[in-house]
């Protein structure tokens, strides 16, 4: 019985959570703020606007940066092992949302160890 609210506690721990951020935009700069949305939830969550980094290894699915340049502005986001690199105009009177795809996380290690038992047997097979 001790086991059911562990799992409970390790289940809330494990959600993805939105991550708020500011962007350490001069206060006399036009800002607005971008909207990252993920279309699951992803691990190792990282984004840098103009080469300024403002988020770092998050679990999520949400990104909101408020005091974002205006402009196009050069977004890198890193999310389960990829990276995607993209120019973005932030505009000062919405929100600029963008949806994004991500790969899966756990697909990557599986595919290589297989390839690798794969080649394993088909080289001995050959000799």
């Known amino acids: 019985m001790r086991v059911v609210p562990i799992l409970i506690a390790l289940l809330i721990t494990a959600c993805a959570k939105d991550v708020h951020v500011r962007y350490p935009a001069a206060p006399d700069d036009p800002t607005g703020t971008l909207v990252l949305?993920?279309?699951?939830?992803?691990?190792?969550v990282s984004v840098a606007i103009n080469g300024l980094l403002v988020v770092e290894d998050a679990h999520t699915q949400r990104v909101v940066i408020s005091g974002a340049p205006v402009?196009?502005?050069?977004?890198?986001?890193?999310a389960n092992g990829s990276d995607k690199a993209m120019r973005i105009w932030v505009g000062t009177e919405h929100a600029t949302t963008v949806p994004l795809g991500v790969?899966?996380?756990?697909?990557?290690?599986?595919?290589?160890?297989?390839?690798?038992?794969?080649?394993i047997v088909a080289y001995s097979l050959l000799r």
């Not at 949305?37 to 190792?44: D, M, T």
């Open 37 to 44: 949305l993920l279309s699951k939830p992803a691990s190792g």
């Open 71 to 78: 402009g196009t502005e050069e977004v890198v986001m890193t």
């Open 103 to 119: 790969p899966d996380s756990s697909g990557g290690f599986l595919k290589t160890l297989f390839g690798t038992v794969v080649s």
